[in-house]
């Protein structure tokens, strides 16, 4: 229903007699940062065995794959994608033999700079199995005259630049980084003399690790039967981590950059509260990811909170509407308003950001249909103005309502009563109000690295034909 | 996750130009009580034409089949199934072609003498092609003199015995009809001078069709080109719609037997804490269906509402756990207790009902894991001692832990420090303390309707065995 | 590339404690009397256990599922079939669940009063669940009031007329039967101590069964473990097995109403070159079926016998032709003309029959194109004239060519220089010139059995729009 | 059935409105050359569309496929695979994106130095796809600095060493090559002013295609919209076509290396019959392989030719035996010995060739239980003794029982009365007498390219662990 979407769930496990299995766990765990396809490698010290494949990691998995894949390690990766048609070639783990043996890498992020150095190393000779910028690292790791695996890969990560969490896995190593700025999320923990990697703790929490610490920005984190040694990518590091995994992508019980989300996000909507009550009878959230900043806004404003709108958590990605169509049905399918909730009440829905605008719309005329005498919107972060180039699948800027449009317009756009968004300052009160030591660039437009590629690839047109 | 399951929603639709969508999306509406199968029937006036299949509605319909169900009438049924081997076969709707020309059904419920029938039908000829109970109706159906399919109906209705709520398509015909006490709910609609039948409000909600009335107990409907008229299969009803659609089963958006099922749900939970208050800081529900009854607990109480359980919805049915065991496995992979909420905290957590015990004792281990100082079970009704024989999906008595047990057994083994149930009288509490106007065979053992059948048939044998 | 088409293969086994992977052989053997579907049902001696599917043997029958059709006794069934929807529906055995248990069943031929039976079934209060006449002996199994199942079946069989070779399997008997007229083959074989039935002989080969002889017509055995039993539908035979099988449909390896094929057609090439001999070259076949009559007829005048059509044997049913037609394109795909061969030659091409006559223009177009000098058509049977009513699959009267053309209209329109039929004296040649031992209705009109039924049912529309 | 396989049969079309068509059509006539898997790409100019898939061409390509290849350019392939996990992956033409754009390549034949230059190519960065030697060819493309893909494809061919008939597509070119011994044939013809190229003639044939003339030894051909071009690889070409395409591989129909097929077979059984003519009443042929030399050697020696083993053309690649063993089982399922044309008869049984002998064994042991007094094998080429390194997949040394064994040893453990081979002169009868002008390394051990490769690589382990 929201039009950003995470790209990428990834997760590492190293000395654990069921290494794939903990990775599938782990990657089930992580299954809201991308539902399209999902993939596994294992190594038993000898060979990598991998499966991908396009669906949920249940569907992808079944248990007679699971103990295909043998081992002690493992990497894995859930995948959210646009493309339709070459959705199994791209997918993650990429898995490739070189001269110097087999390696698998799983990628969270987006390089800037991936496209300048595909047409350099196209020019040397270079053949690219995908359209994924992850590709380059591993040709730039194969070109690498560097010998042994963990200084191909500094020496591979020196040349890109963007946003990245990475797991890569060789028969004998997994290797996970964070890039110098620590966009991406990723976490390290422990279960029984194994190590784990992920995106998010609520991966370490099912397969019942204990969280030790995160990868630091700009760490290299090498993992062998000789333990775990720590590398720099780079002396300086900037840490700007991502603030829209607080406001929506992590899941609430997860631990991201140090912080409980669920609490943050009830921080949130306190705040929401504070700078922008308004006399109403209840406090109804969008359903699931408004739910805990509509709590602390309950809290702080003394409102009563109810469940006005019930989510369908069983629709697929796309309804077939008949020609004669049906009031609100986008938002119909996956949510419905309660009139007993709802009618002769004045209603404050919180709603963690807006996009479009075009659901936040519906949303209000489903209420008012529903009898709501009034419809406050309060939504827990500032107005997004900026695409993301780190990772985030976002709309572009043209089709971001708050880009062009102040918080008046979109508040008449979706026809509620009242709009009000939380301050930058109100975001921030949280961490005590000091600003700067996270990317708000959707916020903002303070772009902390610069984008340096062009144009769109000539192999898109290539993908969309293949009727693979 | 919970052991009781619906078996089935229906739906029904006449006199609109796209009914096959209509009862698609009806389906998705009602996928909480069926998620194995699904199937849909239409008819263009002349010929019906089918399709079933083994999934949730979105995967067995995809836009192409939606299509190729034309006309203006159709019926549909999602199904749960117990029986792994032949789920196709005895998916609904069942189409036959007899000696009057075409029909379908689709069934909501449980005959309690479709064996005996069975058995005389078979005695005279009948070949039977499925297991379900709802086969004998066609046979008899089949073998009625009777001229008209409303006439044939009627005879077949008042042979069988037990609980139903059904819908027929022939060619030219949508009826639908109720047993004479009323066990499970279906409700009538309009959308733009099209009929719409469906077991539950929120499918009416979703097609934009305003909620009418409900079918009555022994009601059969019959709309045609001709209007919509009604017959009575006996004369005497006795009304005893089943209490636990308001405890667990319907959506709480949706309308059952008069009444909101969220606004019922808050109800007991409000009465819970009347009943069994007990002193704490939060009170935190067992996620989806234990919210309403939490959320009510918590306004009477006025305790904090909190969610200490976080529920991961991307979970299929199984999951493999490695061979070296994960604590509360079988939770953990749909709930994660969050330490940020509950650690220190004396914790209420609230369920609708217990049925076995593991997996309440699997979540008060893993809310006292997560740091909870203390955890009091409240449960939003009265203990579960029976089964039911009316069309829930219930274990065998000997598997229902308060069958045997005293509730302070049962709070000795989920380790809980206090557990609560509602008491029968505070069920009803919401109905202004009447009781008797309901089934509550499975808190009471007072059965309705005997159960008339017995023993597991032979064929049960061959479906297991049959490779199909 | 033949019109013709047999309708099915069966075989039985019993006695033998891989009893369906024997069946599998068998209808391995029998592929070429149908390709489009296959189905086994075997029997432990208490519950039935089938798998049917679309496709040839040995892709509906991959090793696992051999393995769990468990049990000593088996029925199989190769299928031919016109109607593209509901292939698997309508495809055998049938298996149904009636008041006495389990049944199967496995037909070869055709009934001429199912339509009758049916509807007078369906009057009674009978429900069909596929759309083939097989099914109408089913019922009235069912309906049988008799009380062993050997007596239930004589009692159908004493009601239908028409063709039929068929095999039940209960689980405790396997009945073989053949009509009173014994239109179809049907061999009983041994093989250590195990009892085969199949429709040739070359079933008996493959699994090392010896040939003991054919069921008679009319005559009904049971096989259990009590040993062999033979009965009679009806005190008086006809015995006119269909002459088709010795001209095209059976093996050329298979001993059919005890003669062997490829020694028929030899005679038959060699009548043919005594009736028709014409001053020639070569004498070239349309393999495969062509072969040994062409064989005959080269020995018979003394010609060389040279492979002057190259079959290729990897074709499927269809092949896209581009828009720019290709040359005899339908026949091009399985058979080339081969200009080393046939350049500057007279050539006499043998094959068995002509159906609609564009098959042979073309290939008499082929052989000229490839430099032939002369191109003499000789046929190794009488003009077929006439539908096939008993279980052949025939194009109507006016497809046939010869059923409104002289021989000379033929020879004209397929372009040849010279057309010659076998005659049907020639045909009963090999027979010592008795006539009348045989039904050849397809060329002589002669129908044994007068056809009873009358239209299209309506069911084959409702077939038509299924879209499962 | 025969140990030896072909591994590849290719195709390409340009200047024709439906190549793709045409390439389907093209490899369905060469479906005997590989039956694994198929591809095929097409070009409209501009972008490259592929698909390809495991199984028979027209499994592989249905319509819709078909369809969606646009173009008026395309190349295509058949492949034969010994591998199991990896087919898809290893299947062609292998299609890449380089710096130069889009390129594809089917190959027949196999590079000898292949795992050389694939080292060479993997120290200095290369990642490989696949494990098949065809990809070095085109990472040496890449790698080039020529500026054309002529001058591209030049170098690369110069740098590999071994047997090889080529195609290549560019968006704008479709280049074909032979190596400079002319190993593999492929051959060049016409229709309506498009250009098809082919492993065989029978291609041609079938899409009305006339021939025009072989691709020479050592030719490179480069057709485009300026017509078509020829170019040399080296100077210096020693054409020794491969013998066995005579012997075995071809279609008899087709011409290769300039002589039919069929003619060269005959020739070869009527040497046979001078050679080593035997007192016998009838010639018998193993078909289908061994039918024009069964034909020649019975014209020869005036004996009669009869089928007596009859081949069953719809078994798939494996057969479930029984676990009580069937006699002949792996020769029966497909070829059936008839006892009414061997009882009694002293027999010459015609085959191609010997391999390990255990076929050869059974078949002998099948015709004296059929009834034979006396089996006489003639074998239609010369003992093989040696493995083919030039794109036939061959055993090992070890397992041609010729390679250890005398011809009166091989007679023996075949239990025939008696067996002859063709003599090497006699092989060579039909070219006037002449040797030398042909490779027949798996006769005499003259290989007229040495092997450079050692070793199996670790991939191939990878490969056998991969689930996919």
Known sequence: MKAFREKCGIVGVYGHPEAANLAYLGLSALQHRGQEAAGIVSSDGQVLVSHRGVGLVHDVFPEEIVRRLTGHASIGHNRYSTTGASQLKNAQPLVVEYGHGGLAVAHNGNLVNAETLRAELEASGSI?????????????????????????????????????????????????????????????????????????????DLVDATYEREIEPGEIVVISDAGLASYRVSPSTVNTPCIFEYVYFARPDSTVFGRNVYQVRKELGRQLSAESGVPADIVVPVPDSGVPAAIGYAEASGLPFEMGLIRNHYVGRTFIEPRDAIRHFGVKVKLNAQRSVLEGKRVVVVDDSIVRGTTSRKIVKMIRDAGALEVHMRISSPPTTNPCYYGIDTPTRDELIASAHSVEEIGEYITADSLAYLSEAGLYAFLGGQRGGHCDACFTGNYPVQVEDQGVRQLVLFDAKDPR
């Open 128 to 204: 690219f199995q995908s359209s994924v910028d992850t590709e380059v690292l591993v040709h730039l790791i194969a070109a690498s005259r560097a010998e042994t695996i963990e200084d191909r890969v500094v020496e591979a990560l020196r040349a890109v630049r963007g946003a990245y969490a990475l797991v890569f896995l060789s028969p004998e190593k997994l290797i996970a980084a964070r890039d110098p700025y620590g966009f991406r999320p990723l976490v390290l923990g422990r279960v029984k003399g194994a190590w784990v990697v992920a995106s998010e703790t609520c991966a370490l």
